[in-house]
């Protein structure tokens, strides 16, 4: 009798609970993951829809006669086209790709288009991980995502040596959408522990652009590559928020509802703190520019507004229940509202145009503030290392910065300049597999970096 009793009881524990989480759910806006982040500027936030022109221009079959052009075209000059590569070329190894020669704007760019659902390549490239499977300096990375990025320096690492050898008063910027943007962060890294093999290039060169981007990095390195990455999401985005490992959502695209929906309950009910403690766990990688266009409770959209910041609590760790979420993913979206965004902060800035000085004096000031925020981004990101008792230690003497690994990396470069070996050979003699099974760094290089 007591037991009868108590089933009614347990009936509305249960149906409080899913009303909290349905409620919870139904209030979180997209805009409220950076209501405390501050605003963007101009000269940092230009580059971004130019790169989104850039990445669309792989989308078509002839540049010299679009078919999908944004307003205003591509904005490319046809003849500062290094390479292109489609389909044919790449083989479903990684997206079409391209690299062009930004003269207007000092920028050497190589740009990456977005997942093609139509191309089974590309669905082994995501699948090809599990959690935990890759370590790379000090953290946890998409081996697929990382594999692919190897291929293309494979085949375009003498082009770019050359050009920027060439032009060293040129960025170096690696752009690119969806899977592209992951690809386009695991190129950074790559290059920027290997920047002998580029001919010693600056690390403040060194930059990339991830639109839409995939959770590719475990949280300290993408607090660590803050200075070289920044992601651009529009507003309810749903890959940022995917907690969901990417091959799971792709095994299992048949019940992919159920699959969400079951993820998001559970990310909802752990306490992110706890989330936050597990170093296998990938995030949207380097800086964070939120692109916010709508507010709860409100009709229609409101001029958008572009926030910055390089957060390690709240990175985007709850998906966000709204019609937009894949209209928001597209890159056409991300273009016409990163345009409209950048026009805005255009037209607050003074009727007349800034004396030079001024100019570079405030571009300073922001370059010191982003420094500030990236020293304490990196120390809670450290606290909250010193606080996990996990056997996957994020933060370590030899991973607080990757100087170290860049030194052993030219050095081995130079020592090896006879002998050509392909990147992918040399990220797997760089990283090793311990008896566990998890990819660590040789000792061979740690001792002689001790």
Not at 130 to 137: E, I, M, P
Not at 188 to 195: A, S, Y
Request: with cysteine.
């Amino acid at each position: 009798m007591s037991l009868a009793c108590g089933i009614p009881l347990l009936e509305c524990v249960y149906c409080l609970a899913c009303a909290r989480w349905a409620w919870k759910r139904c209030l979180h806006s997209g805009a409220h993951d950076s209501d405390t982040w501050g605003l963007a500027s101009p000269e940092e936030f230009d580059p971004v829809p130019r790169m989104c022109r850039f990445i669309m221009a792989n989308y078509e079959t002839d540049i010299s006669n679009p078919q999908f052009a944004p307003p205003g075209g591509y904005q490319m000059d046809l003849n500062n086209i290094i390479t292109r590569k489609s389909y044919k070329d790449t083989k479903g190894r990684v997206t079409p790709y391209l690299i062009y020669l930004d003269h207007a704007h000092s920028d050497i760019v190589l740009a990456l288009r977005g997942l093609n659902l139509a191309i089974e390549g590309e669905y082994a490239v995501l699948l090809d991980n599990r959690l935990g499977k890759r370590k790379f300096d000090g953290g946890y990375v998409h081996n697929g995502l990382l594999r692919a990025a190897g291929w293309v320096l494979d085949r375009e690492c003498d082009i770019l040596k050359e050009l920027v050898e060439r032009y060293p008063s040129y960025n170096l910027t690696f752009a690119g959408h969806s899977l592209g943007s992951g690809v386009a962060a695991m190129l950074t890294m790559v290059v920027v522990l290997n920047r002998g093999k580029l001919g010693n290039v600056d690390r403040k060169r060194i930059r990339c652009f991830a639109l839409a981007p995939a959770r590719c990095m475990s949280l300290n390195l993408a607090v660590r590559y803050a200075d070289v990455i920044n992601s651009v999401v529009l507003q309810d985005d749903f890959l940022p928020r995917t907690a969901t490992p990417l091959e799971d959502i792709f095994k299992s695209i048949l019940c992919l509802p159920c699959l969400l929906c079951l993820r998001c309950m559970r990310d909802t009910c752990i306490p992110e703190d706890v989330l936050l403690r597990d170093p296998r766990r990938l995030y949207a990688p380097g800086r964070v520019y939120h692109i916010v266009e709508r507010k709860l409770f409100r009709c229609g959209k409101y001029p958008p507004v572009v926030k910055t910041a390089v957060p390690v609590d709240g990175r985007f760790e709850h998906i966000v229940m709204s019609c937009n979420a894949t209209q928001d993913h597209a890159i056409i979206s991300i273009q016409r509202e990163a345009q409209h965004a950048l026009d805005l902060m255009l037209d607050r800035e003074p009727a007349m145009s800034i004396p030079t000085k001024q100019k570079m004096e405030r571009q300073e000031t922001l370059r010191k503030e982003h420094v500030e925020e990236h020293k304490a981004a990196l120390r809670r990101a450290v606290t909250l290392s010193a606080q996990c008792s996990s056997e996957y230690g994020t933060f370590d003497e030899s991973s607080n910065d990757g100087s170290h690994h860049e030194e052993s990396n030219s050095s081995e470069s130079s020592n090896r300049s006879r002998q050509r070996i392909s990147w992918a050979e040399l990220i797997d003699r760089i990283f090793e597999k311990d008896e566990s099974g998890h990819m660590v760094v040789r000792k061979s290089l740690s001792q002689s970096e001790s």
